[in-house]
């Protein structure tokens, strides 16, 4: 089991190295960074003389390094604004954080009802409209659904503020800013994960201990909810896990900056717009990390609960 | 399909390992995919959003007959700003003094509007589903492709292969899609790699392509690690049959079930990460329109021009929700036991 | 030129921007989104402690979209920065504190009066003021003038490759590391004289002068960028409590002793950032924040509801000091035949093209803007630009230059709305008979790639210049035929006219403040010139956005052509 965890974990940290050498190497290709860091009216000589400054002019596997070390040692400036990026996604990561645990818990809340429901009524209308219904959840982009949201809901009706974020001090203007962002996140993932409960529950109610649950005497609801619907949550919940490490990575672009939101997300858009190095290792090395850390829990956790796993 | 937000963590998650799909079930003397055909056939819902999106392909196909013998103009058409258009017998500017577009107008010319430059909407809204279509098939293609055939290579020869094979998708995966689709998008919209270029109308397809790979690429690896224990496979071998040969004439066929599966799958999320990187200004580069670049300028004139929003909107919407569901009822009819569900 | 660093450009904020409307569409209790997103708690009464003036000074609230590059004046090189450092970093000369072309004005700063031209235009010799201190306390000697320019070369910062390091002598070979000292510059604590020797006669060195990067810190400041805790300078304003990329406070500083012609102003400063410009907007219209930063852009659909509510404190001004053009490279064709370019300045529709960006372009045909002495005051060579270009004629001349057909490539920025014109100028070109595509350069990577003369060698595409004082020869270095340079090179057309080089070498000498008279008809005459060659297709003069709340006194607000906003005009109803 040991063995497993290590070997897991070293296979982690080799997954996160490549991933920032990968993205490096790729902004590298953006073109001279010491040039657009000079600005428009520069000479040759003030740019050597960024370069210079910045370590633009060392070979690429030395900048990769002082990168890395800047970055783990809290001392990643990023070029344009000459702000610590760190500091920054401490700023941006309220949002990130509000926005990603309020869609999660709607999310998985309803895709629980809606996947059982379509268990229960496998088969039926009940269970083709839910079909439905999660088939066009899961094929709206959120820039779209969010800018549906906002103009109805925000500018028509007036019932919600146009976007931004407020912070937990005003709890209801708290609440209030984030009411669209969660639905319009949480959209995407209820089709998923209700049709994944759906099958998972069919598959189950096939299971021995669900026979002799119902040789017992239990009743359909019962055995439902005691037996069924408690052991297909697993995957459900090992599916949330990795989904949260996502968002909490700030992986929730498209929403955070349909509804400015002002969080990592949209931090990561303005970076890649600006095309500011620093920030966008940052972010990527903050998901990336928040990937492959929980992959690597939801691994161990299934090879602790399911020797079979380890021997794959 | 929540790709478009974050990655499907969870989709290669649910597919993985857990697909056995060979037809066991089978009547003797029908073949899977004829049953599989059968079993499509009767499943109406799925046939009538596979006819919407065959009806949507044709439709975008035509877009320069619509451009030229209906709308009469064309997608980057020239003078829209100073035009004037005639509405219910009065004649009205295009495009007004501060900047904001005509409306739908319900006839041939601007049937939907304008947008900020005075373009005609409709006829942007098939040539851009036209490039949004053709991205997200070559996309497609590029995934089904090259997550096969590195997917059959790490399970047959297993060892270094595999593990060098699966570390790529491993990092290529622990990147959210969205997250790596903006950064390869502007990379190549910016500096360029060698010939890709921003302007290259298919430089999105090799991004979203890249993108998925692991997705795909996993469980098709999965499948073949099991297969290659099977006894047909000692049987090839004993007959003499190389390694190529058993790759593509004995893997190959007994994996496609579950390549056909995905196609689908991958093409919606292709057409909808590709909608993502195009409204972040990292896919289709102007003045190409796509669904993804014109809901993007739809949003600059509001809320006066709302339609030009909703427009592309909503055939994005339509386009991916019928493959989605089309896709569905592919996979219930090639494994009826459901195993492999509906990626994200 | 300063950049105008914009919020992160167009699509992920338009669609905030674009629905903004709704919140001041109704009754103010809508305006959530305002007081939402940019903390805009509404403004408030503090006292500052430490003011030298009786009672208490009040305090006001700015919203701007960009945090400055620096606020460091030995970095900032953006509008953001200099808006606020140049009443906390006064040079020996400084501008008047006045709105219109009056703004423009030099007028001596620390030094006692402008400086002496001497030596044929190559020494300037200032006198510091007597019983000057810093905004920390500290008295202020001759000799910290150096450590500003010793800063500014090592830093650098990002104008000193234009303006310092080739014109003051000795700053090249220090810059390199070749020497420990600037050669050039004497300066005596005693007397408070400083002398500056320069390696040639450069005309508007005056207006280096007042740059805020040499506004004189104390000698002891380090030579790299103090981003969060700036050096102290000579000004009737200090910058406090910065956090950086959020918020930071401009207040009076209480060691200020009054200078003649720079007023000490009136009220506290406190600066909040926010991207979110439309939300900004709001919250001014809404009068829960005072003051919209004039380098901001009001979005268009915001634009109708503020000039109607809020006529009697919003104003669009053209500065006079901002020009947009599209380049014509001249160096190969279609655009090397005088007809073709002709054909472009006459059929552009500028009437079209201020659609795009909501009617903030003022119709133009001039390089020169009219902030600039040497605007012509005659009519347009091609036809009045404000009638809407004659299509028919550009399509005649097309064909009479026989480069119908000739393929073009139009290059633009990605950010609105600079790419919604130059995709009109690209149809545009079809229409009248080219062949053209358009390819579009993300923002961060425009002006060096069409600055690449050599590899990349444009043939058309978006420029734009903001002036970095008002001199012509800051404008005229665009089209110098010297200037041309393989790479970062700015004269983006590679235009080479005799005429205008030889205008170039003998005007650019003239100092600024001799620039009156014959010397302005002499530049009139070469923009003209200029004009009717078609060297540069000018479309407009930018205008920019003085929005204030309710509570502010907007017509005593001064608008400076250079800065924009004047905070020491800053004052409440």
Same mark, same amino acid.
């Given at each position: 089991m040991i063995r497993f965890i290590v070997r897991r974990i070293v296979a982690a940290f080799f997954v996160m190295i490549a991933v920032t050498i990968i993205t490096f190497l790729l902004l590298a290709a953006t073109g001279n960074?010491?040039?657009?860091?000079?600005?428009?009216?520069?000479?040759?000589?003030?740019?050597?003389? =960024?370069?210079?400054?910045?370590? +633009?002019?060392?070979?690429?596997?030395?900048?990769?390094?002082?990168?890395?070390?800047?970055?783990?040692?809290?001392?990643?400036?990023?070029?344009?604004?000459?702000?610590?990026?760190?500091?920054?996604?401490?700023?941006?990561?309220?949002?990130?954080?509000?926005?990603?645990?309020?869609?999660? =818990?709607?999310? +998985?809340?309803?895709?629980?009802?809606?996947?059982? +429901?379509?268990?229960?009524?496998?088969?039926?209308?009940t269970d083709r409209v839910l079909t439905i219904l999660s088939m066009a959840g899961v094929s709206f982009p959120p820039f779209f659904l969010g800018?549906?949201?906002?103009?109805?809901?925000?500018?028509?009706?007036?019932?919600?503020?146009?976007?931004?974020?407020?912070?937990?001090?005003?709890?209801?203007?708290?609440?209030?800013?984030?009411?669209?962002?969660?639905?319009?996140?949480?959209?995407?993932?209820?089709?998923?994960?209700?049709?994944?409960?759906?099958?998972?529950?069919?598959?189950?109610?096939?299971?021995?201990?669900?026979?002799?649950?119902?040789?017992?005497?239990?009743?359909?609801?019962?055995?439902?909810?005691?037996?069924?619907?408690?052991?297909?949550?697993?995957?459900?919940?090992?599916?949330?896990?990795?989904?949260?490490?996502?968002?909490?990575g700030g992986a929730a672009i498209l929403t955070d900056s349909v509804f400015n939101l002002q969080g990592v997300g949209q931090l990561a858009a303005t970076a890649i717009a600006n095309l500011d190095v620093i920030t966008i290792m940052v972010i990527v090395i903050l998901t990336a990390f928040a990937v492959v850390l929980l992959s690597a829990i939801v691994d161990i956790l299934y090879a602790v609960l399911d020797p079979r796993i380890r021997l794959a | 399909m929540a790709a478009a937000d974050t990655a499907g963590t969870s989709f290669s998650d649910a597919?993985?390992?857990?697909? &056995?799909?060979?037809?066991?079930?089978?009547?003797?003397?029908?073949?899977?995919?004829?049953? /599989?055909?059968?079993?499509?056939?009767? %499943?109406?819902?799925?046939?009538?959003?596979?006819?919407?999106?065959?009806?949507?392909?044709?439709?975008?196909?035509?877009?320069?007959?619509?451009?030229? &013998?209906?709308?009469?103009?064309?997608?980057?058409?020239?003078?829209?700003?100073?035009?004037?258009?005639?509405?219910?017998?009065?004649?009205?500017?295009?495009? %007004?003094?501060?900047?904001?577009?005509?409306?739908?107008?319900?006839?041939?010319?601007?049937?939907?509007?304008?947008?900020?430059?005075?373009?005609?909407?409709?006829?942007?809204?098939?040539?851009?589903?036209?490039?949004?279509?053709?991205?997200?098939?070559?996309?497609?293609?590029?995934?089904?492709?090259? /997550?096969?055939?590195?997917?059959?290579? /790490?399970?047959f020869y297993r060892g270094w292969w595999d593990a060098v094979i699966t570390r790529f998708a491993d990092v290529i995966w622990a990147y959210p899609a969205v997250l790596l689709g903006i950064t390869l998008g502007t990379v190549f919209a910016t500096g360029g790699i060698g010939p890709i270029h921003g302007t290259f109308l298919l430089a999105p397809a090799i991004v979203v392509g890249i993108v998925y790979i692991p997705y795909v690429l996993k469980p098709v690896r999965a499948q073949v690690l099991q297969l290659r224990e099977r006894e047909f496979i000692d049987a090839a071998r004993q007959q003499g049959l190389s390694?190529?040969?058993?790759?593509?004439?004995?893997?190959?066929? %007994?994996?496609?079930?579950?390549?056909?599966?995905?196609?689908?799958?991958?093409?919606?999320?292709?057409?909808?990460?590709e909608a993502g990187l195009s409204y972040l200004g990292a896919g289709v580069q102007p003045p190409n329109p796509s669904w993804g670049t014109m809901i993007a300028e739809g949003l600059q004139p509001l809320p006066a021009a709302f339609s030009n929003v909703l427009v592309p909107g909503f055939m994005l919407v339509i386009a991916v929700m019928s493959v989605n569901i089309f896709g569905d009822g592919v996979r219930d009819a090639l494994d009826p036991r459901a195993k492999v569900r509906i990626a994200r | 030129m300063k950049r105008f660093v914009r919020p992160l450009a167009a699509l992920l904020l338009v669609a905030i921007t674009a629905f903004a409307v709704a919140a001041c569409g109704g009754s103010s209790s809508k305006s959530t989104s305002a007081s939402g997103g940019s903390g805009g708690g509404s403004a408030t009464t503090t006292s500052s402690g430490g003011s030298?003036?009786?009672? @208490?000074?009040?305090?006001?609230?700015?919203?701007?979209?960009?945090?400055?590059?620096?606020?460091?004046?030995?970095?900032?090189?953006?509008?953001?920065?200099?808006?606020?450092?140049?009443?906390?970093?006064?040079?020996? *000369?400084?501008?008047?504190?006045?709105?219109?072309?009056?703004?423009?004005?030099?007028?001596?700063?620390?030094?006692?009066a402008l400086p002496k031209i001497s030596d044929g235009g190559k020494t300037y010799t200032a006198t510091l003021r007597k019983g000057l201190v810093y905004s920390n306390g500290a008295p202020v000697k001759a000799s910290d003038f150096v450590r500003s320019v010793e800063r500014a070369v090592h830093i650098p910062w990002g104008g000193s490759g234009a303006f310092i390091t080739p014109i003051i002598q000795g700053a090249a070979a220090y810059s390199t590391g070749k020497s420990k000292t600037i050669s050039?510059?004497?300066?005596?604590?005693?007397?408070?004289?400083?002398?500056?020797? !320069?390696?040639? @006669?450069?005309? @508007?060195?005056?207006?280096? !002068?007042?740059? @805020?990067?040499?506004?004189?810190?104390?000698?002891?400041?380090? !030579?790299? *960028?103090?981003?969060?805790?700036?050096?102290?300078?000579?000004?009737?304003?200090?910058?406090?409590?910065?956090?950086?990329?959020?918020s930071y406070d401009v207040v009076k500083n209480p060691k200020w002793k009054p200078i003649p012609g720079i007023p000490s102003g009136h009220v506290n400063v406190d600066v909040k950032i926010s991207a979110n410009v439309s939300s900004n907007a709001l919250s001014v219209l809404n009068n829960t924040a005072d003051v919209f930063d004039w380098a901001d852009t009001i979005p268009g659909s915001l634009l109708p509801q503020i000039k109607s509510k809020a006529s009697d404190r919003f104003a669009n001004v053209n500065l006079g000091g901002s020009t947009y053009y599209i380049f014509?490279?001249?160096?190969?064709?279609?655009?090397?035949?005088?007809?073709?370019?002709?054909?472009?300045?006459?059929?552009?529709?500028?009437?079209?093209?201020?659609?795009?960006?909501?009617?903030?372009?003022?119709?133009?045909?001039?390089?020169?803007p009219p902030g600039v002495p040497g605007h012509p005051t005659g009519p347009c060579p091609y036809g009045n630009p404000a009638s809407g270009g004659n299509i028919a004629k550009a399509k005649q001349l097309i064909k009479q230059?026989?480069?119908?057909?000739?393929?073009?490539?139009?290059?633009?920025?990605?950010?609105?709305?600079?790419?919604?014109?130059?995709?009109?100028?690209?149809?545009? !070109?079809?229409?009248?008979?080219?062949?053209?595509?358009?390819?579009?350069?993300?923002?961060?990577?425009?002006?060096?790639?069409?600055?690449?003369?050599?590899?990349?060698?444009?043939?058309?595409?978006?420029?734009d210049w903001n002036q970095d004082f008002p001199n012509p020869i800051d404008f005229y270095l665009l089209v110098d035929g010297k200037a041309i340079q393989p790479t970062d090179n700015e004269n983006f057309g590679q235009t080479n006219d005799p005429k205008i080089n030889a205008a170039i070498a003998k005007l650019g000498k003239v100092p600024t403040t001799q620039i009156k008279g014959n010397v302005v008809k002499q530049w009139q005459a070469i923009d003209e010139y200029t004009a009717k060659k078609a060297y540069l297709g000018v479309f407009g003069y930018q205008t920019f956005p003085f929005f204030m709340s309710d509570r502010m006194n907007f017509t005593a607000a001064i608008h400076q052509p250079i800065y924009g906003w004047d905070f020491t005009s800053f004052q409440l109803k």
């Open positions: 960074q010491a040039a657009r860091l000079a600005g428009k009216n520069a000479t040759q000589q003030q740019i050597h003389q =960024i370069a210079a400054q910045y370590g +633009l002019d060392k070979p690429i596997y030395v900048q990769y390094v002082k990168t890395m070390k800047n970055i783990f040692t809290g001392k990643a400036y990023s070029y344009t604004q000459n702000i610590n990026v760190l500091q920054e996604v401490k700023h941006d990561y309220p949002a990130t954080l509000s926005l990603a645990f309020g869609a999660g =818990i709607i999310w +998985l809340g309803l895709s629980v009802l809606f996947g059982t +429901l379509a268990a229960v009524y496998a088969g039926r209308t800018a549906i949201f906002l103009y109805f809901l925000g500018y028509k009706l007036g019932w919600f503020p146009l976007g931004g974020y407020v912070g937990l001090s005003d709890p209801w203007q708290w609440f209030k800013h984030l009411v669209l962002p969660w639905i319009t996140l949480s959209i995407l993932f209820i089709g998923f994960y209700s049709r994944v409960l759906r099958s998972t529950i069919l598959d189950n109610t096939n299971e021995d201990y669900v026979r002799t649950a119902h040789a017992k005497g239990l009743t359909d609801g019962q055995v439902l909810r005691r037996h069924t619907l408690r052991n297909s949550m697993i995957p459900i919940i090992s599916l949330w896990g990795l989904d949260m490490g996502q968002l909490l | 597919v993985s390992g857990s697909y &056995d799909s060979d037809a066991q079930d089978l009547p003797p003397g029908v073949g899977p995919w004829k049953l /599989a055909w059968r079993r499509l056939r009767r %499943n109406k819902v799925a046939l009538f959003f596979g006819f919407i999106f065959v009806l949507l392909v044709v439709v975008c196909l035509l877009a320069p007959v619509y451009a030229h &013998d209906i709308a009469h103009t064309s997608p980057n058409a020239e003078a829209g700003l100073t035009a004037t258009v005639k509405v219910g017998g009065k004649v009205k500017p295009v495009v %007004n003094s501060i900047g904001i577009p005509i409306g739908p107008t319900w006839h041939a010319k601007y049937f939907f509007g304008a947008d900020i430059n005075g373009r005609d909407t409709a006829v942007r809204l098939l040539y851009g589903g036209r490039n949004s279509l053709e991205i997200g098939a070559v996309a497609t293609i590029i995934t089904m492709v090259l /997550a096969t055939f590195f997917g059959v290579l /790490a399970g390694s190529t040969q058993i790759m593509f004439r004995e893997l190959l066929p %007994n994996i496609s079930s579950t390549i056909v599966v995905f196609m689908p799958l991958i093409l919606a999320n292709a057409i909808l990460l | 030298s003036s009786s009672g @208490p000074t009040q305090t006001i609230h700015m919203v701007q979209g960009t945090f400055p590059q620096s606020l460091d004046p030995g970095k900032d090189y953006t509008t953001q920065g200099s808006e606020v450092n140049w009443i906390v970093y006064t040079g020996l *000369v400084t501008y008047a504190h006045q709105s219109g072309k009056a703004g423009g004005t030099l007028i001596p700063g620390l030094a006692t050039g510059i004497q300066a005596n604590d005693k007397t408070g004289k400083i002398v500056i020797h !320069l390696t040639k @006669p450069y005309g @508007p060195f005056d207006n280096v !002068l007042a740059f @805020p990067c040499l506004g004189l810190v104390p000698s002891s400041t380090p !030579l790299a *960028v103090q981003a969060n805790n700036p050096p102290p300078g000579v000004g009737p304003y200090k910058v406090t409590s910065i956090t950086p990329g959020q014509f490279n001249v160096t190969k064709p279609p655009f090397n035949n005088q007809l073709v370019r002709e054909a472009v300045v006459t059929g552009l529709n500028q009437v079209a093209m201020n659609k795009l960006s909501s009617g903030t372009l003022v119709p133009a045909c001039f390089f020169l230059s026989g480069m119908a057909g000739t393929k073009v490539t139009v290059w633009s920025e990605t950010r609105a709305p600079r790419q919604q014109w130059m995709t009109y100028y690209n149809s545009f !070109l079809n229409q009248i008979g080219l062949k053209s595509s358009i390819k579009v350069i993300a923002d961060a990577n425009y002006f060096t790639t069409i600055g690449s003369s050599k590899s990349v060698n444009p043939q058309t595409g978006f420029a």
